[in-house]
């Protein structure tokens, strides 16, 4: 032997992604501390060599399209490698699909995000069928009878692949496709026509330019009908077992979400249903899209907590100049501002599912709060996550630019939350219309940070601010648009505290608001790039929330 290996970090493996103290207070805090037992099964499954192994696969063995069988008929069919499958079952037994939409206890949706946030720390790309199988069913409650058929077999806990009648299987999921090659924000523009049937289905012709894990059941679908644009779900198999006429033209080759498939499609005379009114399918599909947004919430703070946890793990281990890295006062100071990061992501993310929850419920003030903090939080968290992600890279040196580590995965993946459902620009300017039309929203805002007034004199400082900025916009709706992405910002950032100073412990609430909302300045001082935290936090205590626990 000619050389030992020293001073390498183990690999982050066999711990509980859910030992997360963030999470579990807030999934306490909003009703769901029955769930935790379970978070933690799954946190141990998510952490466990066998499953980073299955992520792993499942990444490097990209879906394959095939398009026909051998004998020359279309089949359509997308083949997935079996870790994909193996992923799958795990999140569709744990109900991280529309099982919550099924299950009457309070708090049903917070524990549902627990896990989603929790499981997506296994692996992000098999969230995106789950996520929109969560979705789809407030929308299809707009079609009754479509509901009252498909409902039961959407929230079952079984995962049962392959195309199929749908009524003949144990479990479905769901998908959507809006997007098309002409416009994917302006789904106005959309061009697939609709044409009655005459026995009230439809046919639609036409594209889209982007549909994702196009092995779905089930698709909620935007066209052009006779009275205007409208929903529809269109069945990949007919209920006589033929195949709906959705032919796949080929899979889209991405940066990152490579264990997902995303494909064009074109529709020829597909038979698809239905659901809400004609002409209102943009408020019938949005339904879907909001619950999607909470989801892309969810999974950016995962992943940012993934990327921090790797950091914290690495840091500990590793050895620079004589002292472990996470001791070194710069790399100290980043490795907080990371946590703060995450925690305040989590927080809110937790909070966001809360509402959710209760506006379930039939909860209206929690709807209006959701109405305006669902396109802010998107808008703001997906958009720290490349950051956050891209600086826990650097934390593991040139190791953290190399495939083995999880990192360049996590890299690769962290902007799409920002480009679906709603792109940065559509999500900020989706919260403007919130504020003009929902004023319940602003009020719903308003009462939310008021629980946290007197607590911190920054928080009430930033409050105050807020408060400037959104009486500036109504004043002078013009600047608006311009300012919609800082207004996103600075509503999440000062939400984001409001809820730390409630809920977290001094050391955190306080580092974040030195470090985010301190001299009105947060937007260009420290917090955009890490580790340039002002003097005199408590860091320690900040990063231990964070640093994973590593049994062994
Ligand atoms: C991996 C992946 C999977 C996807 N899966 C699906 C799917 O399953 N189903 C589906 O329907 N779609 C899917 N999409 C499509 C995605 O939702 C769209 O790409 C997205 O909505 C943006 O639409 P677009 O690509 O047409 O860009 P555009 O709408 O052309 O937008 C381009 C840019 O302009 C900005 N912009 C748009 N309007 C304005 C405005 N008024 N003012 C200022 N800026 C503006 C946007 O924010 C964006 O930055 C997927 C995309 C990806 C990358």
């Known amino acids: 032997m000619t050389h030992e290996v020293i001073n390498q970090a183990p690999p982050l493996a066999g711990h509980d992604v859910a030992e997360d103290k963030a999470l579990l207070s807030a999934v306490d805090r909003h009703g769901a501390g029955w769930v935790i037992p379970e978070l933690h099964a799954l946190g141990v499954t998510a952490g466990s060599a066998g499953v980073i192994e299955l992520a792993r696969l ?7 399209l095939r398009t026909h069988d051998r004998h020359g008929h279309r089949i359509d069919e997308v083949e997935f490698h079996p870790a994909w499958h193996q992923l799958m079952t795990t999140a569709v037994n744990h109900g991280l699909h529309a099982a919550p939409w099924a299950d009457g206890r309070r708090g049903a949706h917070v524990a549902r995000a627990a896990k989603f946030y929790v499981w997506t720390q296994a692996e992000a790309g098999h969230g995106c069928p789950v996520s929109m199988t969560y979705s789809v069913v407030p929308a299809l409650r707009h079609a009754p009878d479509l509901a009252a058929r498909f409902e039961p077999l959407l929230t079952a806990a079984v995962y049962d692949p392959g195309l199929r009648v749908p009524e003949g299987k144990r479990g479905l999921l769901a998908g959507m496709a809006m997007t098309e090659k002409q416009g994917g924000s302006d789904v106005r523009a959309n061009t ?161 599912a809360a509402a959710a929850d209760l506006a379930a419920r039939g909860d209206s003030a929690e709807a209006a709060l959701l109405r305006l903090m669902l396109p802010a939080a998107k808008h703001w968290i997906c958009k720290r996550t490349p950051a956050v992600i891209a600086e826990a890279l650097e934390c593991l040196g040139g190791n953290g630019f190399v495939e083995e580590s999880v990192m360049p995965r996590l890299y690769r993946d962290a902007p799409l939350n920002s480009i679906w459902e709603g792109s940065g620009n559509v999500t900020a300017l989706d919260l403007l219309r919130a504020i003009a039309r929902s004023p319940a929203s602003v009020d719903a805002l308003s009462a939310e940070l008021a629980r946290a007034a007197g607590a911190d004199r920054r928080l009430d400082l930033a409050a105050g601010r807020l408060r400037g900025e959104l009486a500036a916009i109504a004043a002078d709706p013009g600047d608006a648009q311009y300012q919609a992405r800082r207004l996103a910002g600075l509503i999440t950032v000062t939400m984001q505290a409001a809820l730390l100073v409630r809920h977290a412990p001094t050391a955190v609430s306080g580092a974040f608001c030195a470090s985010r909302l301190a001299d009105g300045d947060w937007l260009g001082g420290p917090g955009v790039s890490f580790g340039m935290l002002p ?17 062994r």
């Open 192 to 352: 697939t026509r609709a044409e009655p049937a005459g026995d009230g289905s439809y046919l639609l012709t036409g594209h889209k330019w982007f549909c994702s894990a196009p092995m779905c059941d089930l698709f909620l679908v935007l066209a052009q009908a006779p009275g205007g644009l409208s929903c529809f779900l269109l069945p990949r198999v007919l209920p006589d077992g033929s195949r709906n006429r959705m032919h796949i033209q080929r899979l889209k080759d991405k940066l990152g979400n490579r264990s997902n498939a995303s494909c064009e499609v074109e529709y020829d005379e597909a038979v698809a249903l239905p659901v809400g009114d004609p002409g209102r399918g943009v408020a019938t599909i949005i339904e879907m899209v909001s619950s999607t947004r909470l989801d892309c919430i969810l999974g950016s703070a995962a992943g940012m907590r993934q990327a921090a946890a790797e950091a914290m793990h690495h840091a500990s281990h590793r050895m620079a100049f004589g002292v472990p890295l996470a001791d070194q006062p710069a790399m100290a100071a980043v490795l907080a501002d990371l946590a703060l990061e995450s925690e305040a992501a989590t927080t809110l993310a937790m909070r966001l």
């Open 535 to 551: 003097r005199g936090l408590d860091l320690a205590s900040v990063t231990c929330r964070t640093r994973p626990a590593v049994a």
């Open 58 to 64: 499942a990444n490097e063995h990209s879906p394959v």
